[in-house]
């Protein structure tokens, strides 16, 4: 089955550090990849996603490149702000499915 | 505002009280669905709806209902809810049959205990 796989956190950075948070994925086929974020409080947000093969997906200074060789999709940011803590969760769905398959999220804070 | 709303917030019940939390969207989505977040877990699927009369199984179905009867409406039933369906639920939207280069809308979360 299908299953994607997310660093564990919290990881605690101060503002300007650079972030990566690593995702890697187990499909059976050539799934879409998305991450979306959670803050304090709220549902889930989608912060960037790829559907093929060497896409970068980007948003908010975030970006995420697809990469079917290593079956990753790792999120990164050059220069993390405080209003950047909250939960990121890496999620693939299947071509013509409809189910997301999350990982178990990753926190992290932002200190300034 | 596009969005999904859901009822109650937060909810504190007795095992084997029946209720329901409902789900409501305003962008004439197709594809509704019903997860749960639990430590360590992340989000997991509960049922899905890929449109009115329509729906189907998730990853974790066991002691829960749903009904699709309005597009715009998708409630989650627990008919006798227990203690370990306590969890933070979301109710999530999409269009064109939620297929993978749609975006999935959350709603706020519905925050369940079960004692």
């Known amino acids: 089955g299908n299953s994607v796989t997310q660093m564990e956190g919290p990881v605690t950075l101060s503002e300007e550090a650079f972030l990566t948070i690593n995702c890697t994925y187990t499909?059976?086929?050539?799934?879409?990849l998305f991450w979306y974020v959670q803050y304090p409080g709220e549902g889930l947000q989608l912060l960037l996603k790829a559907t093929k093969a060497d896409d970068k997906g980007s948003n908010k200074g975030f970006e995420a490149t697809y990469r079917k060789e290593t079956t990753s999709f790792h999120l990164e940011k050059g220069s993390v702000q405080v209003s950047d803590s909250a939960v990121y969760f890496c999620a693939l769905m299947e071509s013509g499915y409809s189910t997301l398959t999350f990982g178990k999220g990753t926190m992290l804070l932002v200190s300034p | 505002e596009a969005q999904v709303t859901q009822n109650p917030r937060y909810l504190i019940t007795v095992t084997g009280k029946k209720l329901t939390v409902t789900c409501s969207q305003n962008?004439?989505?197709?594809?509704m669905s019903w997860y749960r977040q639990d430590p360590g877990l992340g989000l997991r699927q509960i049922y899905y709806s890929m449109n009115v009369e329509v729906t189907d199984k998730g990853d974790v179905p066991e002691g829960y209902k749903v009904s699709r009867k309005e597009k715009r409406n998708f409630p989650l039933i627990l008919e006798s809810p227990s203690p370990n369906q306590t969890s933070l639920y979301f109710c999530a939207s999409s269009g064109a049959g939620g297929t993978s280069t749609d975006t999935q809308y959350f709603g706020p979360g519905t925050r369940l205990t079960v004692l």
């Open positions: 962008m004439n989505h197709e594809y």
């Open positions: 499909a059976t086929g050539y799934p879409s």
